[in-house]
Structures are given as structure tokens and as C-alpha cells.
T-cell receptor, first 115, second 115 residues
Framework: KAGVTQTPRYLIKTRGQQVTLSCSPI?????VSWYQQTPGQGLQFLFE???????NKGNFPGRFSGRQFSNSRSEMNVSTLELGDSALYLC??????????????FGPGTRLTVL | GENVEQHPSTLSVQEGDSAVIKCTYS??????FPWYKQELGKRPQLIID?????GEKKDQRIAVTLNKTAKHFSLHITETQPEDSAVYFC??????????????FGKGTLLTVNP
């Protein structure tokens, strides 16, 4: 099976702009989670989508939003970019089964630089 | 919500020595504890996991222990090798009901194995 893919891999934006990142999960995986990774802060959870619905949300401002399509592909949008949004954005997909221990498979990430 | 603390943030060992990374969690209902390894410039990958009905699990040079009463779990790497050098993340999975699970990550431990 193909792994999780993310596009683009690198992005450079300026403050105030908006950006859209894309994630294609492993075929058959219905859950997609997004994380922000910065040095010293680890993997901070942004949100999780399952069957086109946001199920869980982390503590990020409303400038961060996402959606999931019927084919489980997910997009993440950040509006009004700030310098502090510079980070590696990782998505992870998992095969969700009731009462199952869900391994998450990560994509390679999108490196966002805000100037 | 769940909170995961990870220590130490950096760890340097000599090749052949053992390394131990410790994590504590807050939600007593958490039932799944994976460990991810992230090499420089790569995506996080699952290296071992443990479920709440098990106290210890071993896979070659890697072992994980879980103390549910104290709400802490640890990663043990024996006979370390330079290729073990990476950032290691612990995580705890908590449930919001049904098949709705969420992974909360620690902030990571940078392990350096010196030849």
C-alpha cells in the first residue's frame, strides 16, 4: 500500500497570507489527524477528521481549519499567517475500528516558513 | 483532557550503553501507549506499543513497561547503536466514547548515541 502523502512538501509565505495543505491517507484509512511540530514543542495536535467530520480539536486559534472529503483526503487551511506559524505540519492516518488500538501512520510533512 | 509529560528532553549515551525514556500521563482511562521514532528529516514511525492490559513488551533491543497505578510508562533501549540516534516520542490514547480515540504526544527526547 502507498503511504501517507502530503503536498506541497515546502512552502514559503509572508505574514497575512493564507495557505492550504493537503494530505492523502493510506487507502482504506478513514481518520486523518493533523499536528504542528516545532522545536521543543513536540507534536501538537490540531484536529482530527473522520468520515468528513471533525471529531477532535486541539487548542489552536480559529485561523487553523480543516476539512475532509468523501475519499478521506484532507486539507488544512491557515489564514492570516503569523511568523509563529512556521513549523512542520504533519498529517497521520489511521484505520479506525471500534475498541481498536489505532496506530497512526505519518506523512512526510509540509515545511511552512512564514516571512 | 489527557496530558503527557516526557523526560528527559535530551539524552546522550555511549554506544553499547542502555537508554531509558520515561513518560507520565494524566487520564487513567488511557488504554494504548505507542512510541514513535523520528530520525532527522524523516517522518515519525511507530517502533513499539503497549496496551493497558499488559505490563511489559519487548522487541529485540527495545522494551516498554507500563505502570497503570502510577500512570507512567517507559522505553528501554539496550546495546544502543549510532543508528538509534533520533527523537523519540511517547503518546497516550484516550477515548471520547465509541471508536473516537485521540493520541496525545509527549514533547520528545533527543537521543544521541556516541560511537
Amino acid at each position: 500500500k502507498a503511504g501517507v502523502t502530503q503536498t506541497p512538501r515546502y512552502l514559503i509565505k509572508t505574514r497575512g497570507q493564507q495557505v492550504t495543505l493537503s494530505c492523502s491517507p493510506i487507502s482504506g484509512h478513514r481518520s486523518v489527524s493533523w499536528y504542528q511540530q516545532t522545536p521543543g514543542q513536540g507534536l501538537q495536535f490540531l484536529f482530527e477528521y473522520f468520515s468528513e467530520t471533525q471529531r477532535n480539536k486541539g487548542n489552536f486559534p480559529g485561523r487553523f481549519s480543516g476539512r475532509q472529503f468523501s475519499n478521506s483526503r484532507s486539507e488544512m487551511n491557515v489564514s492570516t499567517l503569523e511568523l509563529g506559524d512556521s513549523a512542520l505540519y504533519l498529517c497521520a492516518s489511521s484505520l479506525v475500528l471500534a475498541h481498536h488500538y489505532n496506530e497512526q501512520f505519518f506523512g512526510p510533512g509540509t515545511r511552512l516558513t512564514v516571512l | 483532557g489527557e496530558n503527557v509529560e516526557q523526560h528527559p528532553s535530551t539524552l546522550s549515551v555511549q554506544e553499547g550503553d542502555s537508554a531509558v525514556i520515561k513518560c507520565t500521563y494524566s487520564d487513567s482511562a488511557s488504554n494504548y501507549f505507542p512510541w514513535y521514532k523520528q530520525e532527522l528529516g524523516k517522518r515519525p514511525q511507530l517502533i513499539i506499543d503497549i496496551r493497558s492490559n499488559v505490563g511489559e513488551k519487548k522487541d529485540q533491543r527495545i522494551a516498554v513497561t507500563l505502570n497503570k497505578t502510577a500512570k507512567h510508562f517507559s522505553l528501554h533501549i539496550t546495546e544502543t547503536q549510532p543508528e538509534d540516534s533520533a527523537v523519540y516520542f511517547c503518546a497516550a490514547q484516550s477515548s471520547s466514547g465509541g471508536s473516537n480515540y485521540k493520541l496525545t504526544f509527549g514533547k520528545g527526547t533527543l537521543l544521541t548515541v556516541n560511537p
